[in-house]
């Protein structure tokens, strides 16, 4: 079985896969301060309430973009399972071994949870796409026809904004990521939903179709041909509501980061 970690900056996502098939997966809270027996600890009893023996696992590997927690979990893994974990770096890319390459220009500025949602989304297509990642911060990952990936726009994410203005206003709450029933708020909580969770379906839909003009300056790919994908834990919140996305994948991360473990950690 095959160990992977994907540690974002509020979520960690642990899941054991055997074969391509996600036997158990779990989501915990990223958290530096926990020690790697506390997180050895916690595994173990949400392992044993699914009578999954992690000991089994004979491949690991690690997408962090979270540099504090990334040796902890290391550490927890090798305690786990009895091997080293891989960590996913863009030095991988740079190796040529997987199908997807990076724009020179960009090489190495990339974080590792990007390029295993561009490799999930071309492993699923094989053609251009863009990936709408909706985490902490929101990201959009566009790779071309040739399996480059060409560019990345970062914004904050949907609970970061709304976390932002609960924060630093006085007299705003914080109310539930919802689409209203209308952008013309009648009261505090559909006003503050009309501007973040509507204001943010624009943002996306905007960005997306500006992303297909430049790729097909860049590339030649006609925005057409090119496959949009929404994945991360807050995707619900517009994939309900944009008729943009072609796919919707909240695994996707995991499954490219699955991808890449298959390609360059050999099967013991």
Not at 227 to 255: P, Q, Y
Request: include cysteine; aromatic fraction near 6%.
């Amino acid at each position: 079985m095959l160990f992977t970690v994907d540690i974002g900056n509020t979520n960690i996502v642990v899941s054991i896969f055997e074969g391509d098939t996600v036997k158990a997966s779990w989501r915990l809270a990223t958290d530096s301060n926990r020690t790697s027996d506390e997180y050895v600890a916690h595994l173990m009893i949400l392992s044993g309430k699914e009578n999954i023996n992690l000991e089994t696992c004979r491949r690991a590997i690690i997408s962090s973009v979270v540099p504090s927690i990334t040796e902890t979990f290391v550490f927890a893994v090798e305690k786990i399972c009895g091997v080293k974990p891989c960590v996913m770096t863009s030095d991988v890319m740079k190796r040529g071994l997987l199908p997807i390459g990076m724009n020179s220009a960009s090489a190495g500025e990339i974080g590792s949870d990007l390029i295993c949602d561009a490799m999930g989304a071309w492993n699923m297509y094989h053609c251009a796409n863009i990936v709408v990642d909706f985490g902490t911060a929101l990201t959009f990952t566009v790779t071309d026809s040739s399996g480059t990936i060409q560019g990345v726009s970062i914004a904050p994410g949907l609970r970061t904004a709304m976390r932002s203005l609960f924060l630093n206003t006085a007299q705003l709450p914080q109310v539930p990521l919802e689409s209203p029933a209308s952008s013309l708020g009648i009261n505090t909580i559909e006003s503050i939903q009309s501007g973040v969770v509507l204001g943010y379906k624009g943002l996306v839909e905007y960005l997306v179709s500006e992303m297909k003009k430049d790729l097909f300056h860049s590339t030649g790919d006609k925005p057409e041909t090119v496959k949009v994908i929404a994945t991360g834990g807050l995707n619900s919140v517009l994939s309900r509501i944009s008729s943009i996305f072609d796919d919707v994948d909240k695994d996707l991360t995991l499954k490219g980061l699955k991808v890449i473990a298959d390609r360059i950690i050999p099967e013991n």
